[in-house]
Every structure is written in structure tokens, then in C-alpha cells.
């Protein structure tokens, strides 16, 4: 019986696809995380300019990583080559 049950849980968890939702219980099906709330806002990773250039992120795998950088005030995102400080053209 332990077999059987223990089969088919993994073959349930197999085939379902499941997204994150905080702060509610129905998470949008187009997104991996659903943040929601009325009183609270997203908050990016904090960092001086110094501790951003000192990640050297990956070209492929951190293609669009974004931080604040306390040091500029301001938000930057990773091009996949260079930083770029939000709103600036390249």
C-alpha cells in the first residue's frame, strides 16, 4: 500500500505546475511569483556601486538582474554584458 501511495504522489507532483503567490491565494497562471498587496511595495536588493560591479554576473544566466544602488540612487539591470542604470539608452 506504501508503494502504491508513494507512486502516485510522485506521479501527481510530476505532472502539476505551480506558481508562488504572497499575498494572495490565486497567483496569476502567467507568472512564477505573484506579489500582492495594498499597503506594501517590492523592494530590490541594496548595494553600494562598489559591491554591484563586484558580483560580475553571468552573460547568459543573469540577464536582467536588477539592484539599487544606494551609491547613484538609482536602479541598474544587467545587460547580459554591463550594468545600465535604468532609463539610460545604451
Known amino acids: 500500500m506504501k508503494t502504491i501511495i508513494t507512486t502516485l504522489a510522485f506521479f501527481v507532483s510530476v505532472l ?6 504572497i499575498g494572495t491565494n490565486t497567483p496569476s ?4 511569483l505573484d506579489l500582492t498587496a ?4 517590492f523592494l530590490l536588493p541594496r548595494m553600494t556601486t562598489a559591491q554591484r560591479t563586484a558580483i560580475s554576473p553571468s ?6 538582474m ?5 551609491t547613484t540612487n538609482s536602479i541598474w539591470y544587467w545587460d547580459g554584458t554591463t550594468w545600465i542604470a535604468q532609463g539610460s539608452k545604451n
Open 29 to 32: 497562471s502567467k507568472s512564477i
Open 16 to 21: 502539476t505546475f505551480s506558481q508562488v503567490g
Open 38 to 41: 495594498t499597503d506594501k511595495g
Open 59 to 64: 552573460a547568459i544566466t543573469d540577464k536582467g
Open 66 to 70: 536588477q539592484v539599487f544602488d544606494t
